[in-house]
């Protein structure tokens, strides 16, 4: 079975700063892993997505996240935070035959000016 | 290429009432999937099809139906509203790349049962 587990669901960083969003998987299976965001009123848009080819992954808009199985975290970052990085951010994780996904249950990001 | 398209984005229902929410993909996707939304609990999966004419159910399948008639179309069914059913519902499809799936979302139904 898989799951993950995002901690903080609410996170204010002010602009220009460094944005971490935390996320832990449990897998028994190597595991795809995949960032989410959803601005207001919208559907959710892949950020970016970890399939074993690298341990940092590089996604749009400056957001990366770095895979460490030891510590089963694949947390995103993004070294300066812009007033339009506000939203709901979601981490993901599939595995197996990989068409089924199992979301977290997300982290509202604001951004103070 | 419209990508996921869901009708209607709006819906009020009263308690006991039926609808059906319509998900429409235009990029020949094999997979697709129905999700609610609520505050605090994330995307949760209610049904799921791997492919037309199959179906299969998610974590929350209790007082929901679904059809996979055509490739490009799935339907999301709710034969009696109850207040619990008020959600926003999330429609995805899903390909192959790049060594794993990637889904692709509609923007919501925000739904409502008084």
């Known amino acids: 079975a898989q799951s993950v587990t995002q901690l903080g669901s609410h996170v204010s960083v002010s602009e220009g700063a460094l944005v971490l969003l935390r996320c832990n998987y449990s897998?028994?299976?190597?595991?795809?892993l995949f960032w989410y965001v959803q601005y207001p009123n919208q559907g959710l848009q892949l950020l970016l997505k970890y399939t074993s080819a690298a341990t940092l992954v590089k996604g749009i808009n400056g957001f990366e996240a770095e895979f460490k199985k030891s510590e089963t975290s694949f947390h995103l970052t993004k070294p300066s935070a812009h007033m339009s990085d506000a939203a709901e951010y979601f981490c993901?994780?599939?595995?197996?035959?990989?068409?089924?996904?199992?979301f977290g249950t997300g982290t509202s990001l604001t951004v103070i000016p | 290429n419209a990508g996921v398209t869901q009708t209607p984005k709006f819906r009020v229902l009263k308690t006991g009432q039926s609808m059906t929410l319509l998900c429409a993909q235009d990029?020949?996707?094999?997979?697709m999937y129905w999700y609610r939304q609520d505050p605090g609990m994330g995307l949760r999966l209610i049904h799921y099809?791997?492919?037309?004419?199959?179906?299969a159910k998610g974590e929350v399948p209790d007082g929901y139906n679904v059809s996979r008639l055509k490739k490009q179309n799935f339907l999301l069914g709710l034969e009696s509203a109850a207040p619990s059913q008020t959600s926003v519902y999330f429609c995805?499809?899903?390909?192959?790349?790049?060594?794993?799936?990637?889904?692709?979302f509609g923007p919501g139904t925000r739904l409502t049962v008084t």
């Open positions: 990029m020949n996707h094999e997979y």
């Open positions: 993901a994780v599939s595995a197996g035959t990989g068409n089924q996904f199992y």
């Open positions: 099809s791997v492919g037309e004419g199959t179906t």
């Open positions: 897998s028994s299976v190597p595991p795809y």
């Open positions: 995805a499809s899903s390909r192959f790349s790049g060594a794993s799936y990637e889904q692709y």
